[in-house]
């Protein structure tokens, strides 16, 4: 079952749209915050010339309370209170009511209540016949006709010519603003899902859009896995980006594989080739022992048991080394090795090898068997195609281990100085020379050699014919 949102493309829509829907959400609030504070400010403002109207009238200067020409409005209610709390006159909203002083805050506080002036902090009364400097703002709730209301109060003191103080509080109804931030509110709500459900259809469109090269590399490789043909590529994109190198690496990759599978194939080939002569000797061999047990070559059936097991070895090799297999993290002393294998094969050699190495600096990490195996398969070559001398060298530099198998033979000519190392490739006169090889002793030896971390590679010796030169990582000194 599909489960929901499994596709990149919905996903980048859904992200896209949460990031979105909360900025939109963060800027809203905001924005009404904003709106809210100027909108109160506003209406303070409003209040505070009214009170200032009131307070610097001629009728409040001279004591005259009665007298006052106050708004009638209920948007605007005006109440005059002495020093003691009486009021002295008040508009028809807060007429019979205590002072705005007692009133209660807002629910919602409001903007904060504080004077509008910064020069000091000085409470005395104005002086007679004038109207203070300081203005004092909040936010109450007032209840008219039934129902509670929210205005922006300004209280602004005066004092008579007489020398009695009072204070004018003038209020600004909050009840338009309120209305406008609720509209602004309605709008963004209303808003909200319109904007994002384009943000999430474009997205998914130009994610759509992005991802078709994918979608592309996709179905063309689902029909290269199908078909099994290696020899197909994907689709590169004209454009520069990720995709195009994602195509690009996925064609290595199918060029690499390709190229794999037809080396497997051509081994397998070989491989069954030269099993199918030691097999087929040894079926003849064995059935002429039946008919005619008189007539067994022992020693000719042994040859093919041990080049049959022989084969069966390398290609064993060959395998676990294709396979990534790593070699052993022992210490090897290459020149030890060298003086142990030429000493070890002893009498059976055509020619006797003759040994040079350093004193010291000739250790190794890696599996003493398999560099046994690499020198034994090169010295086994040099006892092919030498005319009366081999030569091993083993010598030290700070970063490495060189070991060089030299024969005075007739060498290698340079073209092919790398077919030698491809498995069963047997030149001519290697082919006139050795019965029994099956052409991997040199593929196994540079195998080897490189699971090791180092190179094979070859040259002409000094005095004719072919040098083996093996360069290994130096162990490092403990």
């Known amino acids: 079952m599909r489960r929901p949102f499994a596709s990149v493309r919905a ?58 020409d106050l708004p009638d409005d209920e948007d605007r209610p005006v109440q005059v209170v002495d020093a003691a709390g009486t009021v002295l006159a008040a ?102 899902p319109f904007l994002l459900s384009v943000v999430a259809g474009v997205t998914w469109l130009v994610t759509r859009r992005a991802l078709r090269p994918v979608e592309g590399i996709r179905a063309e490789m689902a029909e290269i896995t199908g078909s099994g043909d290696l020899a197909r590529r994907v689709p590169e994109p004209d454009s520069r980006d990720e995709i195009a190198r994602l195509a690009r690496t996925t064609n290595e990759t ?62 064993l090799l060959l395998a676990r080394l294709d396979a990534g297999e790593r070699p052993a993290d022992g210490l090897v002393d290459l020149g030890a090795l060298a003086r142990e294998e030429v000493a070890r094969r002893g009498p059976a050699d055509r020619i006797t090898p003759a040994v040079t190495t350093a004193s010291t600096g000739l250790e190794v990490r890696g599996s003493r068997n398999q560099l046994a195996r690499v020198l034994g398969n090169l010295l086994d070559n040099a006892q092919r195609h030498a005319a009366t001398a081999i030569t091993v060298t083993v010598a030290a530099t ?42 991997l002793g040199l593929a196994i030896a540079r195998d080897v050699v490189q699971h090791h971390g180092g190179t094979l590679t070859l040259a002409d010796a000094e005095g004719g014919g072919a040098a083996f030169c093996i360069d290994l990582p130096r162990a490092p000194r403990r």
């Open 11 to 68: 996903r980048a829509a859904l992200a896209a749209t949460a990031v979105v829907s909360l900025a939109l959400v963060a800027a809203g609030v905001l924005v009404v915050a904003v709106l809210r504070h100027n909108l109160t400010e506003r209406a303070g403002l409003e209040a505070e010339v009214t009170a200032r109207t009131v307070a610097g009238s001629q009728a409040a200067l001279d004591g005259r309370f009665g007298a006052l």
């Open 91 to 192: 508009g028809d909203d807060l007429r019979g009511r205590r002072a705005v002083a007692d009133f209660a805050p807002a629910p919602d506080g409001g903007a904060p209540s504080g004077r509008t002036d910064d020069d000091d902090d000085d409470d005395s009364p104005p002086a007679r016949g004038r109207v203070g400097t300081d203005v004092d703002r909040e936010t109450l709730a007032v209840r008219v006709d039934d129902e509670t209301r929210e205005y922006r109060f300004a209280a602004v003191h005066g004092t008579t010519y007489a020398g009695r103080t009072y204070t004018v509080y003038a209020g600004a109804s909050l009840a338009d603003e309120q209305a406008t931030l609720d509209q602004v509110t309605r709008a963004m709500l209303v808003g909200l």
């Open 254 to 315: 199918l060029a690499a594989l390709e190229r794999s599978v037809e080396r497997q194939h051509r081994f397998v080939a070989d491989a069954s080739h030269e099993l199918r002569s030691p097999i087929a000797s040894m079926r003849t061999q064995l059935e002429v022992a039946e008919q005619h047990p008189g007539l067994l070559d022992v020693p000719d059936l042994l040859h093919d048991v041990v080049r049959l097991q022989d084969l069966a070895a390398g290609l």
């Open 398 to 439: 700070p970063d490495a281990v060189t070991l060089t198998v030299a024969d005075d033979g007739h060498g290698v000519a340079p073209a092919d100085r790398e077919r030698v190392f491809e498995r069963f490739v047997r030149l001519d006169e290697a082919r006139s020379r050795d019965e029994g090889g099956a052409g």
